[in-house]
């Protein structure tokens, strides 16, 4: 079957979502940054699927929360839960346990390669998505890791579900990318890396996200759920400097 790419979120709640950029948005609209991002990275991945095999899923938590999302998605998305309830060896703790649900789950499901994808890059370029799916067709075990440049990394395909590659990582640190290379290295498994690229979570890079926005020719993806929601944000921060009455209910 084709490639299943999950993108790896959970609900957009105010006081839940974007914390780190409270300030300086309020709860309410950082839930709502968060939305737009969500429906971007799925727009995304439909637009792949018109020309590419793959399978868009959101691989979500917590149980119990499919009705939340509503519009939130791009049609044609799946859901899969992955709250890491799952068997899960022990060795695999964290962030770790929700990625192996994950990959559990589209195997399952038949598919015969799977990528995970963080749900904080609305601007990953489609190229990298498609390259991802292009590796796993071909013949042969391999792990796909698209590096960010926090340390971290923003995908991981595999062609099996190899859990040595979640066992006894620090996760949310700047060494998980570098643990993931040396746990494909453990397990004899070739690994072949994208681009790096980076995640939206903190105001440095949301600088980084309004400066690329304001040059969409030069990004595969424009993120347009996104620059409407900063769009509108900057309308609202003009309303209350000329005003001064700042705005409570969320901006997109």
């Known amino acids: 079957m084709a490639c299943a790419i999950a993108v790896m979120a959970k609900v957009p709640q105010p006081g839940r979502s974007k914390t780190r950029l409270v300030p300086p948005f309020s ?7 968060s939305a737009a991002f969500l429906r971007d990275m799925t727009e995304n991945l439909r637009i792949l ?11 979500y938590a917590p149980a119990g929360a499919e009705s939340h999302f509503g519009t939130t998605l ?3 998305t799946n859901l899969l839960l992955a709250d890491g309830r ?4 022990a060795t695999v703790a964290g962030f770790g346990r929700c990625l ?3 990959l559990q789950g589209l ?3 038949g598919f015969s390669s799977a990528c995970l994808l963080n749900s904080d890059s609305p601007t990953l370029p489609t190229s990298y998505l498609r390259r991802a799916a292009e590796l796993l067709e071909t013949p042969g075990d391999r792990v796909v890791l698209g590096p960010a440049d926090d340390g971290g990394y923003y995908l991981i395909g595999v062609k099996q579900l190899h859990a040595h590659l979640f066992s006894d990582i620090a996760w949310s640190t700047d060494t998980v990318a570098a643990q993931t290379r040396a746990r494909a290295h453990e397990a004899g498994i ?3 890396e994208l681009s790096p690229w980076y995640d939206v979570d903190d105001v440095e890079s949301l600088s ?5 926005l304001a040059e969409p020719t030069r990004y595969a993806y424009p993120a347009p759920f996104t620059a409407a929601c900063l769009e509108k944000q900057a309308a609202h921060q003009a309303a209350f400097r000329t005003e001064g009455t700042a705005p409570q209910a969320p901006f997109c």
């Open 49 to 59: 699927s018109e020309s590419v095999p793959i399978a868009p899923y959101v691989a």
């Open 190 to 192: 070739p690994l072949t």
């Open 100 to 102: 192996l649900h994950a």
């Open 27 to 33: 709860p309410e609209n950082a839930a709502a940054l």
């Open 208 to 212: 980084r996200l309004r400066e690329d």
């Open 86 to 89: 799952a068997d899960i060896p």
């Open 107 to 109: 195997f399952e499901r």
């Open 74 to 76: 791009a049609p044609g």
